[in-house]
């Protein structure tokens, strides 16, 4: 992280705990420029929820300066040390990148996915939504009270923590059994996280 981007970062840590926040993390980095009025229904979803905090992480589409002002309990970076935001996240919104799901189960952060109809995107949120471990929805059909009401479903609901938690479960018996490949493995067995 740029020197700016980890003080701010610093910023929002700091109001999530003493406003004890509920995290909503959001990545769309590798989402398309067209998507833009996604990213502001998020924001518009997120806006006057008082107990809510948005950390967006936006790629190469946030230096292009399309979000005029931001409400307070909104954080817009180029990118965020994604392992570390999802050790204290409530909640992920993300397009479906199966590295994002897997790590979601790791810390069992229940997800909101918007596929971004890519590749196997659509997939993947499908079967999040099959195993309840978050919801899956569509970016280009959700106005923005739906996008609040499935991103308070997702925070209230607590079907989803327990079948993260069985699926984490999963996890750690395949690293037992040596199912894993090399690299889940040491993902799951990292502790500099």
């Known amino acids: 992280l740029e020197i700016a981007e980890a003080k701010k ?40 929820q008082s107990s809510w ?26 990118r965020v040390p994604q392992l570390k935001i999802l050790k204290i996240a409530d909640c992920s919104v993300n397009h479906g990148g199966i590295h994002t799901i ?13 596929s971004g109809k890519r590749s196997d995107q659509n997939g993947c949120a499908a079967r999040v939504a099959y195993h309840e471990i978050g919801r899956m929805a569509d970016k ?5 009270e739906t996008i609040k009401n499935k991103i308070a479903d997702v925070l209230k609901n607590s079907k989803y923590r327990i079948n ?3 699926m984490h479960q999963h996890y750690l018996k395949y690293k037992e059994q040596g199912i894993l490949t090399s690299v889940v493995n040491e993902f799951i067995t990292k502790e500099k996280i």
Not at 105 to 114: A, D, E, R, S
């Open 140 to 144: 280009d059909v959700d106005d923005t």
């Open 164 to 166: 993260l938690k069985t």
């Open 102 to 114: 897997n790590e979601c189960i790791h810390f069992q952060v229940p997800m909101l996915v918007y």
């Open 9 to 48: 970062l610093c910023a929002v840590l700091k109001y999530k705990a003493t406003r004890q926040a509920t995290l909503i993390y959001c990545s769309v980095s590798t989402l398309s420029k067209g998507d833009l009025v996604f990213i502001k229904k998020i924001i518009s979803a997120v806006k006057g």
């Open 53 to 78: 905090m948005l950390v967006l992480s936006m790629g190469a589409l946030r230096n292009k300066n399309y979000l005029a002002e931001l409400p307070e309990n909104v954080f817009v970076f180029n």
